[in-house]
């Protein structure tokens, strides 16, 4: 049994720690959009290419919206410098 299920929020460590370990071939599918993590950090449950649009998904899936971490995964491809 987990340690951790039951505590809100995650610990950090745990939450960092896991989203590190999510593999990169997952993650470079949401690049450049909102997304909500599992709340510790195991995995990615839902995306959205806007905050209200990721809400909406979020719902859709059946999720709770508190019970969520949010994100925000960017384009390593993109530069935000003028």
Do not use: Q
């Not at 209200?52 to 949010?70: H, Q, T």
Request: with cysteine; charged share 25%.
């Amino acid at each position: 049994m987990d340690a951790h299920k039951d505590i809100w929020p995650p610990p950090a460590d745990l939450f960092n720690d896991n989203c590190n370990k999510i593999p990169v071939e997952v993650v470079e599918k949401y690049y450049g959009r909102h997304v909500a993590y599992s709340w510790d950090g195991t995995s990615i449950v839902a995306s959205g290419g806007s905050y209200e649009e990721l809400r909406e998904n979020i719902k859709a899936a059946g999720l709770d919206p508190a019970r969520v971490v949010y994100g925000y995964v960017d384009d390593p491809d993109v530069s935000f410098l003028g």
